[in-house]
């Protein structure tokens, strides 16, 4: 039976608020709650793998700010390095040596770049590394995954056509058709499509563009061998691999999912946990691209925040903790016995429910189908399970993504004492779920 709704009053009043003076009342669309029930919750605060909402209401939190947060909220030593650096100024438009340490802290423990740049954002990361592998080629096409998400910029808000290989219809307004039309859409985990676009297109394709893992619309797994023909193909036709690690990047491991796959892609992308939870993206790769990048090259790349001093600050803790040994050990273990308990959950009580892990990512499908590797075998009708599995946790408790198409993040924040709470609020959610 559905559990009473908790008080959600002073959200709705600040969601009204905002509608007042934000698109749908907030920043960043998904956070409307338009694929959820009720509205949006406002949030007063974060400690460790907590969070409390305006009306006072407490969650185990399992979105993490959408990832950043792999060390929960108010981590003791990111909170005391953005303090110290608060008293020496906020910005400076000028080099400073926490992007030095910042930069000498991912390279010196990353094989796959080289060098790198920051940037402010994810999408900015995504955006200036095309630049980079068109400027490189000297080609203008780009090849991208249905089901992938790259952040905002024009050239990747495209969707697939019908077909094997179509050029991408904007999935946005106010995105040009030219745009589009530089871009190819394929299905993930199909050879034949990847061989098709590029016997069509062999000498016009910048770039490939992958998520490392794809984790923005479900948790699609890719196989190694996939991963490899695909770094094999694109080597072949001189175009280049970008790796989006703006979610795996120091979440799978310290080197992503390029060390995950053992595969050296041209570029990678960042962001996420990168800033510590402050906005920072990058993108890196070998020092022969990175010269084509401005002032050593002729790619324009620029950011008046770019390197932000507070943001280094906050990155250099965060990373520094997770660079110790055993870090990636403890919390891949932790998380694999949490998910390991739900699965053997769901068997006993034979629920129609799938559940892909990676690391310290985790995904329910609420299918039978056990293997999912491309958006299209996602059953948009599932959603309406997920839609009430995430109202009864919210009542009870757990804080997930609002949308079943989006990840659930581990921390290190999380003790055993949070991940059994939410283990038995997630037995009796998905016993509502099935009733
Ligand atoms: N790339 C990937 C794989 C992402 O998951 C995201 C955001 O979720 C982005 C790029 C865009 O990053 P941002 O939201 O920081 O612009």
Known sequence: MQTPDISRAKSAELFEKAKQYFPGGVNSPVRAFKSVFGTPLFIERGDKAHLWDADGNEFIDFCCSWGPLILGHNNDQVREAVAAQLGKGLSFGAPTALENQL????????????KIRFVSSGTEAVMSAIRLARGYTKRDKIIKFDGCYHGHSDSLLVKAGSGLVTFGETSSAGVPKAFADETIVIELNDKEALRAAFAEFK???????????PANNGLLMQSKEYMHFLRAITKEHGSMLIMDEVITGFRIGFEGASAYYEIQPDIITYGKIIGGGMPVGAYG???????????????????????????MAAGIAALTILAQDDFYTNLNAKTAAFVQDLRQYIAEKGYQVQLFHVASIFWFAFTEQEDIKKA??????????????????????VYFGPSGYEVGFVSAAHTDADLNTAKKHIFDALDIVFQ
Not at 376 to 381: G, K, L, M, V, Y
Request: proline share 4%.
């Open 103 to 114: 930069a000498e802290l991912i390279i010196e423990n990353n094989k796959y770049i080289e």
């Open 376 to 397: 299209s075998e996602i059953d948009p009708a599932s959603m309406e399970s997920y839609k009430i599995m995430h109202r009864e946790l919210l009542n009870r408790g």
């Open 203 to 213: 000498d016009q394709i910048a770039a490939v563009i992958i998520e490392g893992i």
């Open 285 to 311: 790769a070998s020092k022969e691209l990175m010269a084509c990048i401005s002032p050593d090259g002729a790619v324009y790349q620029a950011g008046t925040l770019s390197g932000n001093p507070v943001a």
